[in-house]
Protein backbone atom coordinates (compact mmCIF):
# COMPACT_ATOMS: atom_id res chain seq x y z
CA UNK A 1 0.00 0.00 0.00
CA UNK A 2 1.48 3.40 -0.25
CA UNK A 3 0.09 7.02 0.55
CA UNK A 4 0.86 9.95 -1.40
CA UNK A 5 1.35 13.41 -0.45
CA UNK A 6 -2.62 14.40 -0.80
CA UNK A 7 -3.43 11.35 1.44
CA UNK A 8 -4.46 8.99 -1.29
CA UNK A 9 -3.98 5.53 0.40
CA UNK A 10 -3.46 2.90 -3.45
CA UNK A 11 -3.56 -0.41 -3.04
CA UNK A 12 -2.76 -0.78 -6.98
CA UNK A 13 -6.22 -1.84 -7.20
CA UNK A 14 -8.13 0.14 -4.67
CA UNK A 15 -7.58 4.28 -3.81
CA UNK A 16 -9.22 5.50 -0.98
CA UNK A 17 -9.07 9.50 -0.67
CA UNK A 18 -11.06 12.67 -0.59
CA UNK A 19 -13.83 13.22 -3.48
CA UNK A 20 -13.37 15.46 -6.02
CA UNK A 21 -16.29 17.73 -6.72
CA UNK A 22 -17.17 15.59 -9.94
CA UNK A 23 -17.37 12.35 -8.53
CA UNK A 24 -20.67 13.24 -6.03
CA UNK A 25 -22.97 12.15 -8.28
CA UNK A 26 -21.58 9.22 -8.17
CA UNK A 27 -21.60 9.29 -4.41
CA UNK A 28 -25.55 10.01 -4.63
CA UNK A 29 -25.68 6.63 -6.66
CA UNK A 30 -24.42 4.99 -3.85
CA UNK A 31 -26.28 6.61 -1.41
CA UNK A 32 -29.66 5.77 -3.82
CA UNK A 33 -27.77 2.06 -4.15
CA UNK A 34 -28.42 1.83 -0.24
CA UNK A 35 -31.82 2.79 0.34
CA UNK A 36 -32.78 0.41 -2.15
CA UNK A 37 -30.55 -2.33 -0.35
CA UNK A 38 -32.60 -1.46 2.84
CA UNK A 39 -36.16 -1.77 1.15
CA UNK A 40 -36.69 2.25 0.47
CA UNK A 41 -38.72 2.99 -1.88
CA UNK A 42 -37.97 6.89 -2.98
CA UNK A 43 -40.12 9.33 -3.54
CA UNK A 44 -38.28 10.98 -6.03
CA UNK A 45 -36.34 10.33 -9.42
CA UNK A 46 -32.90 9.23 -9.32
CA UNK A 47 -31.76 11.86 -11.13
CA UNK A 48 -33.29 14.59 -9.49
CA UNK A 49 -31.86 12.57 -6.19
CA UNK A 50 -28.07 12.49 -8.03
CA UNK A 51 -28.50 16.20 -8.94
CA UNK A 52 -29.81 17.88 -5.79
CA UNK A 53 -27.53 15.48 -3.69
CA UNK A 54 -24.33 16.64 -5.91
CA UNK A 55 -25.18 20.36 -5.08
CA UNK A 56 -25.45 19.63 -1.21
CA UNK A 57 -22.12 17.66 -0.94
CA UNK A 58 -20.90 20.36 -3.00
CA UNK A 59 -21.93 23.46 -0.90
CA UNK A 60 -21.21 21.15 2.32
CA UNK A 61 -17.85 20.60 2.11
CA UNK A 62 -16.34 22.36 5.35
CA UNK A 63 -18.76 20.39 7.21
CA UNK A 64 -18.59 16.89 5.56
CA UNK A 65 -15.66 15.23 4.16
CA UNK A 66 -16.41 12.56 2.07
CA UNK A 67 -14.16 10.01 1.34
CA UNK A 68 -14.49 7.54 -1.14
CA UNK A 69 -12.93 3.87 -2.35
CA UNK A 70 -12.33 3.62 -6.09
CA UNK A 71 -11.87 0.66 -8.17
CA UNK A 72 -10.24 1.58 -11.53
CA UNK A 73 -11.66 4.99 -11.56
CA UNK A 74 -15.20 3.65 -10.32
CA UNK A 75 -16.63 4.95 -7.14
CA UNK A 76 -17.18 1.39 -4.82
CA UNK A 77 -17.43 2.86 -1.47
CA UNK A 78 -17.88 6.20 0.87
CA UNK A 79 -17.51 7.33 3.87
CA UNK A 80 -18.70 10.52 5.36
CA UNK A 81 -17.03 12.55 8.26
CA UNK A 82 -19.03 14.85 9.63
CA UNK A 83 -17.72 18.19 11.51
CA UNK A 84 -19.34 19.36 13.91
CA UNK A 85 -19.04 23.01 15.55
CA UNK A 86 -18.99 22.84 20.10
CA UNK A 87 -19.93 25.34 21.97
CA UNK A 88 -16.30 27.47 23.14
CA UNK A 89 -15.21 27.17 26.70
CA UNK A 90 -12.95 28.98 28.60
CA UNK A 91 -9.99 27.07 27.50
CA UNK A 92 -10.98 26.72 23.91
CA UNK A 93 -13.03 29.05 21.92
CA UNK A 94 -12.70 26.73 18.73
CA UNK A 95 -13.69 23.52 19.48
CA UNK A 96 -15.30 20.38 17.38
CA UNK A 97 -15.64 16.85 17.05
CA UNK A 98 -16.67 14.53 14.60
CA UNK A 99 -19.13 12.30 13.40
CA UNK A 100 -18.83 9.32 11.15
CA UNK A 101 -22.00 8.77 8.98
CA UNK A 102 -22.96 7.09 5.66
CA UNK A 103 -20.59 4.47 5.26
CA UNK A 104 -21.44 2.30 2.36
CA UNK A 105 -19.42 -0.24 -0.26
CA UNK A 106 -20.89 -1.95 -2.68
CA UNK A 107 -22.18 -5.43 -2.12
CA UNK A 108 -19.44 -6.88 -4.23
CA UNK A 109 -16.48 -4.85 -2.58
CA UNK A 110 -17.55 -5.81 0.75
CA UNK A 111 -15.90 -8.42 3.40
CA UNK A 112 -12.24 -7.64 2.02
CA UNK A 113 -11.09 -4.81 4.42
CA UNK A 114 -12.07 -2.18 2.42
CA UNK A 115 -14.97 -0.73 4.81
CA UNK A 116 -12.57 -0.82 7.37
CA UNK A 117 -9.60 1.39 4.97
CA UNK A 118 -12.34 3.90 4.51
CA UNK A 119 -12.96 4.41 8.42
CA UNK A 120 -9.24 4.35 9.00
CA UNK A 121 -9.17 7.33 6.29
CA UNK A 122 -11.88 9.28 7.54
CA UNK A 123 -9.86 8.70 11.49
CA UNK A 124 -6.57 9.96 9.43
CA UNK A 125 -8.69 13.07 8.12
CA UNK A 126 -10.25 14.07 11.93
CA UNK A 127 -7.14 13.73 12.95
CA UNK A 128 -6.12 16.10 10.97
CA UNK A 129 -8.70 18.43 11.58
CA UNK A 130 -7.42 18.32 15.23
CA UNK A 131 -10.89 16.62 16.28
CA UNK A 132 -10.30 14.61 19.64
CA UNK A 133 -13.05 12.30 18.98
CA UNK A 134 -15.51 10.79 16.22
CA UNK A 135 -18.89 9.43 16.76
CA UNK A 136 -20.86 6.71 14.96
CA UNK A 137 -23.95 5.27 15.03
CA UNK A 138 -24.18 1.83 13.77
CA UNK A 139 -26.18 -1.11 12.85
CA UNK A 140 -25.35 -4.07 14.59
CA UNK A 141 -23.78 -5.99 11.41
CA UNK A 142 -21.36 -3.14 11.34
CA UNK A 143 -19.90 -2.76 15.11
CA UNK A 144 -17.36 -5.29 15.30
CA UNK A 145 -15.63 -3.32 12.24
CA UNK A 146 -15.97 0.14 13.91
CA UNK A 147 -14.51 -1.82 16.82
CA UNK A 148 -11.84 -3.36 15.23
CA UNK A 149 -10.37 0.53 14.24
CA UNK A 150 -10.79 2.04 17.85
CA UNK A 151 -14.58 2.50 18.49
CA UNK A 152 -16.01 1.80 21.40
CA UNK A 153 -19.47 1.98 23.09
CA UNK A 154 -19.76 4.59 26.39
CA UNK A 155 -22.23 5.29 28.88
CA UNK A 156 -21.86 8.55 28.08
CA UNK A 157 -23.54 9.40 24.79
CA UNK A 158 -26.61 9.67 25.12
CA UNK A 159 -29.61 9.49 22.48
CA UNK A 160 -33.00 10.44 22.40
CA UNK A 161 -35.23 9.01 19.71
CA UNK A 162 -38.16 11.78 18.68
Not at 5 to 16: P, R, W
Not at 19 to 48: D, H, K, N
Not at 156 to 161: D, I, P, T
Request: with cysteine.
Amino acid sequence: METGQDGTVTDGEVEIRIARSEEFTAVAGLRWQWELEVGVTPTVARETFEKGFAEWARRHTDSHRCIVACRNGIVIGMAWLAVIERVPTPDSMARATGDLQSVYLVPEARNGGLGGRLIAAALDEARALGLPKVTVQSTTRAVPVYSRNGFAATPKVLQAEL
